[in-house]
């Protein structure tokens, strides 16, 4: 896969290569948008589609992601690349980066430092990292707290 960089997100880049990495030489991700360099054939005629903007996929306060849209100028369908690309993604962010934010604050780190701290890996403002521990909360497992036990007091 070609990813296309800007200095600024050159960290990101780096960062989100587990996920590039799954994908072929066909694609290309240039100024935000994944799409296949060589569009696909009509699934209905069969003749080569032509590029014909994107789509923006939002996982809110997460992850925006452009995916390639094509057109087929003989019979007019329209299709867009697979979202699959955006669900690695997601699977990614949960799996990797949502584990160290949720640790940086139970060790009390404020949403500040945090933010400061991911403009070097992955830029994530920090009302969206409030957003995400807030998620994240809930769906943490906490131990289970016997009931019974006999009292070391009596």
């Not at 400061?116 to 807030?134: C, F, N, S």
Request: charged fraction near 20%; glycine fraction near 4%; charge should be positive.
């Amino acid at each position: 896969m070609d990813v296309v960089t800007t200095l600024n997100s050159y960290h990101t880049v780096q960062t989100l290569n587990p996920v590039f990495i799954q994908f072929s030489n066909q694609y290309i991700f240039e100024n935000g948008v994944f799409y296949s360099k060589n569009p696909p054939c009509c699934p209905s005629c069969g003749k080569k589609m032509v590029h014909n903007g994107y789509n923006t996929l939002t996982k809110k306060n997460v992850a925006t992601l452009k995916i390639g849209k094509y057109r087929c100028q003989h019979c007019k369908i329209n299709v867009q690349e697979s979202r699959e690309f955006f669900e690695i993604l997601l699977k990614f962010l949960h799996d990797t980066i949502l584990p160290m934010i949720l640790k940086m604050r139970w060790n009390k780190m404020s949403y500040r430092g945090i933010e400061e701290v991911l403009e070097h890996i992955l830029p994530i403002g920090k009302d969206a990292i409030y957003t995400l521990v807030q998620e994240m909360i809930p769906a943490t497992e906490s131990p289970e707290v016997k009931k019974n036990l006999p009292n070391p007091w009596v």
